[in-house]
């Protein structure tokens, strides 16, 4: 009997204690819930306030809260920054610069992350004297600061006659990308198993045929990763950009910020924005469609074994 009442007096001790400790447990996630919140806001903001900008005439943006919704949303200011904002002394919008910046970014892209591969696959799979010298030297050219190479780049691409063009900004990014595309995939092709290649090399397969019949396929979710890299990069690039390209040569940021310089008397904020939302759309694209892979790619090459 006296069992039985113990018992019976624990069990509401016991069931209190669970549930303070539920509450407890649901305090601590709404708290980080609400700082993650907090912080997501904190950054979308801005992004927020240029799509609302961007659909409004400049009278309702200066007589509106910059967080009030378009009453009147238009889509001459997409128009405008497309077609026809003034880009410095010429008003043709973004459009050609847009060319110019898909001229630039596909090929940097594809020759970095290409080259960058064939590097790891030799520098992880075959191993010779000096390879990590040889590791360590490719790595510098990460930390070296792109200002104190912009004067012997700009005599270099005079030499090679690549000056103020497409064809030099291509250069340039991809020889500055191969550090990042090498490190990726070298970490990446530690994971592979050397067993692997010491199979192919038995069946008679050359360093080439390893690589690109069974090393590359296997490499998906690294090579998502240098590619997303890479795009965002170079798009994004200003300094080259304008540093070594003039007027219609110009790439889409190096546009953009002509077009808002170049603004005289009342400033068309709303044509602005517009063009920032264009000039980032891509890759805001990129990182909303590949996203998760990026992540998984990097994770993929983050350990060995």
Known sequence: MNTMTAATEIRPLVRQR???????????????????????????????????????????????????????????????????ACIGTLCVGLRGYYLN??????????????????????????????ANLVYGLILFGTFAPYQVMLVPISKMLGLLGLSNGI?????????????????????????VPQ??????????????????????PMSTPMIVVTVIWQFTSIWNDFLFGVSFTSGANSPIMVALNNMVSSAAG?????????????????????????GKYFVRGLMAGAVKG
């Open 101 to 130: 910046t898909i001229l630039l970014v596909v090929p940097a892209v594809l020759i970095s992350a290409l080259v960058g591969a064939v590097n790891g696959y030799a520098l992880s799979k075959f191993r010779f004297r000096g």
């Open 266 to 290: 009342e400033r068309p904020y709303n044509i602005h924005m517009a063009g920032a939302l264009l000039s980032a759309l891509p890759t805001l694209v990129v990182y909303l469609l590949a």
């Open 18 to 84: 669970n549930l303070g400790r539920q509450a407890n447990r649901f305090m601590r996630r709404t708290a980080v819930y609400a700082v993650l919140i907090g912080f997501a806001a904190f950054f979308l903001l801005p992004l927020l306030v240029m799509v609302f900008a961007s659909f409004k005439d400049m009278d309702a943006i200066l007589h509106s809260s910059i967080l009030a919704l378009p009453t009147h949303p238009t889509l001459q200011p997409w128009r405008e920054a497309w077609s026809s």
């Open 167 to 191: 064809g030099g900004l291509i250069l340039l990014h991809t020889l500055y990308g191969l550090p990042m595309t090498t490190m990726f995939f070298r970490n990446y092709f530690m994971t």
């Open 195 to 216: 067993d692997l290649i010491k199979a192919a090399k038995v069946d008679g397969a050359g360093f080439w045929t390893t690589f690109v019949l069974i090393v590359l």
